[in-house]
């Protein structure tokens, strides 16, 4: 009797370590690595970002998204044409809607701007949400950078980034109730969907971010990232 006892103890722990096993493995799975073959030869120094689709309800997300890029984009080495002069040169030509300028031949876009490639991003996501137990600002976005000489697709990503991240949920219902309450009031007296927006956008353009963009040659990383020839 002990002995299946014991035995029992025995695959109960077994059956428990494999579970944990199971979940730890899970949860560091990643998705397919990128194949950055096109990336490595084609060797990017400056990027034309166009004015983001916007797939939300958030009139505002466009240029939110927009107005966020530059930094991530520069500080991981690479030249961005100013934002607000490509816009305007978009504008002088007839074409204000992101859907429009998107369709641009990218034979065109080589030819106005002299760039060596072009980013396009799509904002999935945009704006708040509110809840009886929570409220929160979303905002999601994926990218694609495109070679204007090869018309190949060097990259593509995505990247979500939200408010409620990193909540303390503890204090049961009541604690909820209130934390809620507080959070509605935030959401809904400022625009928090901007800075959330810049936290995205970050996390989607950013270089050294696992399957994100290789870093540019205006970054001291470019050597040991790999993006260069010997």
Partial sequence: MRF????ARLVKTTCTT??????????????????YTAFKQSRPTSILVLPPLNNSPDVAATYSMLSQVTQPLAESGYYVFPV??????FRQNGLSNPAEIHGVKLQKLREIFGADSALYITVKQYGTSYAVISSESRVTAEARLIDLRSEQVLWSGSATASSAEGRNS???????????????????STNRSHPIAGVASYRLLAA??????????????YKTDGNTQP
């Fill in 208 to 221: 050294g971010m696992p399957n994100g963009m290789l870093y540019g040659p205006r970054s001291p990383k």
């Fill in 170 to 188: 503890s204090g049961g219902l009541v604690g909820l109730l209130v934390q809620a309450a507080i959070s509605q009031i935030v959401e809904s």
């Fill in 84 to 89: 607000s002069l490509v816009d305007e040169t």
């Fill in 4 to 7: 299946d006892i014991l035995n």
């Fill in 18 to 35: 494999m579970l944990l096993a199971a979940l730890v493995t899970g949860c560091a799975t990643r998705g397919q690595p990128h194949d």
